[in-house]
């Protein structure tokens, strides 16, 4: 069980990492034309919560996707 939590907490970085990577560069664009963008992001959520929450979805998804699979009975 240790090593389900362990891999799916570095696999929770991991996508987060990578959530971040496609949407800094969108959210950040020029600081001087508007710099509201930076602390809203989608519907009245900051950057980092909506980061976070883009990368639990996948996280369960993928997840989903493992234990309809028949995978799940080998991670334990």
């Given amino acids: 069980m240790l090593l389900f939590w362990i891999s799916t907490s570095i696999a929770f970085v991991i996508i987060a990492y990578i ?3 496609f949407f800094f560069k969108d959210v950040r664009r020029n600081p001087s034309e ?3 963008l930076w602390k809203f992001w989608g519907i ?3 950057y980092w919560q909506g980061v976070f929450l883009i990368a639990l979805g996948v996280l369960a ?6 234990k309809w699979s028949g995978v799940w009975p080998l991670l334990n």
């Fill in 19 to 21: 959530v971040h990577k």
């Fill in 61 to 66: 998804l993928l997840l989903a996707i493992i």
């Fill in 34 to 36: 508007d710099k509201r």
């Fill in 44 to 46: 009245r959520t900051f």
